[in-house]
């Protein structure tokens, strides 16, 4: 298995994406259900 690796650039890139895709998703589902969510 080949290692792969990030730059410090990548990486801050990717959590900041996996940031927002979690944003996103609490978003849709405060749409899809009408409710808020427990703020985290």
Do not use: C, F, W, Y
Not at 8 to 16: F, Q
Request: hydrophobic residues 30%; proline residues 2%.
């Amino acid at each position: 298995m080949e290692k792969i690796s990030l730059t410090a650039s990548m990486r801050s890139n990717l959590l900041s994406l996996q940031t927002i895709s979690k944003q996103v998703d609490a978003t849709q589902n405060k749409l899809s259900t009408g409710k808020k969510s427990i703020p985290q």
